[in-house]
């Protein structure tokens, strides 16, 4: 399962290159309203009727980003339009439309880019986007794959990560630390499949963590359930890089302090008893790991009775003066930490020195 073992092989380069893009757009269909002109001009045409226009990127590289060992290509591309989706929805904002670029070396058949844009297409479909253009073009090395996401909005309802108010409550979506932990695994059976390429892995206890990182799903059912709810948040970001440096961000940006509970940070049992058997620390997982694609926003205290007790929200913590600074409250000991933007990789040095 862990290699990718495609037995047709057909060369790109007898498509050519237009056959090629209307090969791979043929099936996806368009739904928005907002769409005059998807692909085939030399620009698309969108009318947002009045609402305000958002827009991201991301850039995701071969060997940076992602490893194809384990990554199948269609997941690569579900994940890459989820990463900007998620960026859209981090605003309060609806998408509605994407474009998709891609760099390819000649070690890929057409085979492998139809898997990449099938991930693409069941990304479209699940979350009701266009795709309406892109650019294709080759790579001496390794694949690039670069999303652009369209988002609409509301101005009033458009949220940033710099207007925390002091008081207000921290939120968190969903849970955290699967997608590091799910990440975690396969690299470790990465290296048990080279060793022993015939040792089937037994992955059962951690299907949770491989579907949070092989597969992750942005929050678009959050930006509709805060509708539904009358809240506006007064700050919100998405958790890509780990809710430590995402907080860090929002208060830094909007000029406030923060304390966040340790005994409020929602863990999925999977992710507690796979803390206990790699030996790491959970709270340090669920405050570094990162690529959960969870929403962290602020409200006003007045706004609690409206979002409590609904199972998609936790609240974590609230926000204080600037001077007080960003701390973790510690369970048991009620210790102030200072919260740190420990990254992926100090994480990763931790784990291999202890
Ligand atoms: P141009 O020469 O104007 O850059 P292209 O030949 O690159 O045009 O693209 C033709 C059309 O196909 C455009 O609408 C473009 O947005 C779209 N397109 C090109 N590559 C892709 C791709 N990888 N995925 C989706 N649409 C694409
Ligand atoms: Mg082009």
């Known amino acids: 399962m862990l290699e990718d073992k495609t037995p047709q092989k057909t060369d790109i380069a007898s498509l050519g290159e237009f056959g090629l893009i209307s090969h791979l757009t043929q099936y996806f269909n368009i739904t928005q309203n907002s769409t005059i002109k998807g692909v085939g001009d030399d620009c698309a045409v969108l009318d947002a009727k009045g609402l305000k226009t958002l827009v991201t990127t991301d850039l995701l590289v071969e060997g940076v980003h992602f490893n194809l060992s384990y990554m199948p290509l269609k997941h690569l591309g579900y994940k890459a339009v989820m990463v900007n989706l998620s960026d859209v929805y981090a605003m309060n904002a609806d998408a509605s439309q994407i474009t998709v670029s891609i760099a390819l070396s000649n070690r890929f058949p057409l085979e492998a880019v139809e898997e990449l844009y099938s991930g693409i297409q069941l990304a479209c479909e699940k979350y009701n986007v266009d795709l309406v253009g892109g650019d294709t ?41 699967a997608a590091y932990l799910g990440f975690q695994v396969l690299e470790r059976e990465k290296q048990v499949f080279e060793v022993d390429p015939n040792n089937q892995p037994d992955l059962d206890a951690y299907t949770y963590l491989i579907e949070r990182q092989l597969k992750p799903e942005a929050r678009k059912d959050i930006v509709r359930i805060l509708s539904d709810l009358d809240v506006i948040p007064t700050s919100m970001i998405d958790i890509s890089d780990g809710l430590s440096s995402e907080t860090i961000h929002i208060c830094q940006q909007s000029k406030v302090g923060c304390n966040i509970y340790e005994d409020k940070l929602p863990l999925d049992p999977q992710v ?49 003066d600037e001077a ?20 992926w990789n100090a994480l990763l040095e931790k784990n291999s020195e202890s």
Do not use: W
């Not at 509301?154 to 939120?171: G, H, P, Q, S």
């Open 137 to 177: 073009t080759s790579s001496t090395k390794g694949l690039l794959i670069s999303v652009t996401a369209i988002g609409h909005a509301k101005e009033e309802k458009i949220t940033y990560r710099n207007t925390a108010k002091e008081n207000d409550l921290l939120v968190v979506t969903g849970d955290l630390g």
């Open 272 to 320: 507690i008893s796979t803390c206990e058997e790699f030996d790491l620390n959970s709270t340090t997982v669920a405050l570094s790991g990162g690529e959960d694609y969870e929403l962290l926003f602020t409200i006003a205290q007045s706004d609690f009775d409206k979002i409590k007790g609904n199972p998609h929200l936790t609240v974590i913590g609230h926000m204080t």
């Open 324 to 343: 007080s600074g960003m701390n973790l409250i510690t369970r048991g000991a009620n210790q102030s930490v200072p919260l740190t933007a420990q990254g």
